[in-house]
């Protein structure tokens, strides 16, 4: 019995999505759809390819094998179709990333990424919200927070280093003694992992008295207060790396002591790390990474 090469096609979009309903949504089609031809491709070849657990699906023994066996195929198939339509097909990327690390980090890097791969086209999703996987069409995350993910590819960022810094314009910058900022005005990024109480105890002082503050749900409002002389921050040399270049930002307190964590990570199912475009991403982020290490600013 021949197996229609729609069923094959409907299983291969589920396996490469990791749901059902982001294969149907991929194809235009309804989650049962997708299903009825899951199921009819698995009554040809005598096997169970899926595991289903609500939305989401993970793929047999049988499943992981006749997907990595067909893929070559059906995008050879993809190609050819392409070539004679013409034209080359857009494949868009998807981001999710903090509001902070998009327009600090990413966005002024997000260039070399697009010339080495005119082919992708990428769509910046700029929140803090976690995405949820099993419901959203978004291919990969650089998610804030403590790495804690089950079930998902996780990989730190890097190790950030947290220091007091204002402008160089502001009153004694660079000149303070760890003990002196409790009298300056203290902004606070009251998201961030590292805080003011966490670096008095590394720096030997001990909270005297309660602290004038400003405080900022997003890091880059942060640290664009301290670029206009507002007060002394607290923040990472990954986020300011521009600040700190362009020296609209100095270390308040020379030598001060650094709060080092990895805080941003990179995160994805395991099932999109198949996806091309995504393994494109996760190595130029890789190289990013590496040439940011070699030549921190501070």
């Known amino acids: 019995m021949q197996i229609p090469i729609k069923s094959i096609l409907v299983f291969h979009a589920a396996a490469r999505a990791g749901s059902i309903s982001r294969a149907a949504e991929e194809l235009s089609v309804t989650p049962s759809a997708v299903s009825q031809q899951i199921q009819l491709l698995e009554g ?8 289903r657990a609500g939305r989401k699906v993970t793929l047999t023994e049988a499943g992981e094998r006749y997907f990595s066996m067909i893929t070559a195929q059906i995008e050879q198939i993809s190609d050819a179709t392409d070539s004679i339509r013409g034209f080359r097909s857009v494949t868009t990327l998807t981001i999710r990333a903090t509001p ?33 996987f099993s419901q959203e069409l978004v291919d990969i995350e650089l998610r804030h927070g403590d790495g804690r993910w089950p079930g998902l590819f996780v990989e730190g960022l890097v190790e950030e280093e947290f220091l007091p810094v204002c402008s160089p314009n502001y009153k004694g910058a ?15 990024s009251v998201k961030a992992q590292a805080q003011w ?16 503050r400003v405080l900022f749900d997003r890091s880059h409002m942060a640290i664009d207060a301290a670029v206009l002389g507002i007060g002394v921050a607290l923040e990472s040399t990954l986020m300011m790396e521009r600040e700190l270049q362009d020296k609209m930002l100095v270390p308040a307190v020379t ?5 080092k964590l ?25 190289k990013q990474r590496d040439e940011w290490q070699t030549r921190r600013v501070v």
């Not at 040809?44 to 595991?51: E, K, P």
């Not at 082919?119 to 995405?131: C, I, Q």
């Open 44 to 51: 040809q070849l005598g096997t169970t390819l899926m595991a």
């Open 262 to 286: 990895v805080t941003q990570w990179i995160v994805c199912p395991h099932s999109h790390l198949r996806q091309r475009k995504v393994m494109l991403f996760l190595e130029w982020m890789r």
């Open 197 to 212: 109480n966490h670096w008095f105890p590394l720096a030997g002082v001990t909270a005297e008295k309660r602290w004038r």
């Open 255 to 259: 030598d001060a002591p650094r709060i």
């Open 100 to 132: 902070t690390i998009s327009n600090k980090w990413l966005l002024p890097r997000l260039g070399s990424f697009l010339e080495e791969h005119p082919e992708l086209e990428v769509r910046l999703d700029g929140t803090n919200e976690p995405t949820d």
């Open 174 to 188: 660079g000149n303070f003694l760890p003990e002196e900022l409790q009298n300056q005005r203290l902004i606070h």
